[in-house]
């Protein structure tokens, strides 16, 4: 769905859905922060087993311990922010008149089909 925004040139509309986004984004709940703290823990347990495999000792083990714990904090929020993404885009273009699925401007449109993308919308989504 994300590229298919790629077409949208209204820095407007761009700003709003990042706006709309970064704002979904910061409501962090403490599940959130569990999950990431949870996959730190489990990859900590995972990076020692290999420092215990390869026999890593003094600053090396540390490395690694630390870059598996980066690494999976880093993929998880990753995974967060674009869920947040996903699911909040819909209804932030359909706030600002255009089409949830390939952000086409329906402003004045009498069909209740995007002549974009065939989508159906429904009546009060057009504007």
């Known amino acids: 769905m994300i590229r298919q925004l790629r077409s949208i040139k209204d820095p ?3 700003r709003a859905i ?3 986004c ?18 730190a823990v489990s990859t900590g347990a995972l ?3 290999i420092v215990l495999l390869f026999g890593l000792r003094g600053a090396a083990a540390w490395v690694v311990t ?12 990753n995974a967060m922010i674009r869920r947040s993404y996903r699911v909040a885009l819909p ?3 359909r706030s600002l008149g255009r089409c949830a ?9 009498q069909s209740d089909t995007c002549p974009e993308c065939g989508t159906h919308i429904g009546p009060n989504a057009v504007g």
């Open 12 to 14: 407007e509309v761009i």
């Open 18 to 20: 990042k706006r709309a």
């Open 22 to 39: 970064a704002a979904r984004c910061k409501n962090v709940t403490l599940w959130h922060l569990g999950m990431i703290a949870l996959s």
């Open 47 to 49: 990076a020692g087993a």
């Open 66 to 77: 630390f870059f598996c714990v980066a690494l999976s904090v880093t993929v998880f929020v």
């Open 91 to 93: 209804e932030i273009l």
């Open 101 to 109: 699925e390939c952000g086409y401007d329906l402003t004045g449109l």
